[in-house]
Nanobody
Framework: QMQLVEYGGGSVQAGGSLRLSCKRSGFGFGSYSMGWFRQARGKEREEVARIDSNDDTIYSDSVKGRFTISTDSNRNTLYLRMGSMSPEDTGIYYC????????????????YGQGTQVTVSS
């Protein structure tokens, strides 16, 4: 069973930066993708960024150019560097891992962390 634990949430002012980390432990397939979702109050959880096993990265339109996803060399730690943040980035951020989705389909990972709160004030 895989465990995912997020670190690094907190509060930041608009225009600021924050970095999230996620440590992975337990069994996981080498072909797993890893990524980040977020959920704002009253809204559905949305995929923010994903990195596939071949290191291809995918970003939602709302964060493209501002956020960067990366892993360490053994893919046990996942990062999300967030820049030029706005209040619209506020929400609970979840680390996720699982097989990548079929082309053009929504990603539905098998594993999620417990989430970490990110708050951006104006």
């Amino acid at each position: 069973q895989m465990q995912l634990v997020e670190y690094g949430g907190g509060s930041v002012q608009a225009g600021g930066s924050l970095r999230l980390s996620c440590k992975r432990s337990g069994f996981g397939f080498g072909s797993y993708s890893m990524g980040w979702f977020r959920q704002a109050r009253g809204k559905e959880r949305e995929e923010v960024a994903r990195i596939d096993s071949n290191d291809d990265t995918i970003y939602s339109d709302s964060v493209k150019g501002r956020f960067t996803i990366s892993t360490d060399s053994n893919r046990n730690t996942l990062y999300l560097r967030m820049g030029s943040m706005s209040p619209e980035d506020t929400g609970i951020y979840y680390c996720a891992a699982g097989f990548p989705p079929p082309y053009g389909k929504r990603w539905n990972p098998a594993h999620y962390g417990q989430g970490t709160q990110v708050t951006v004030s104006s």
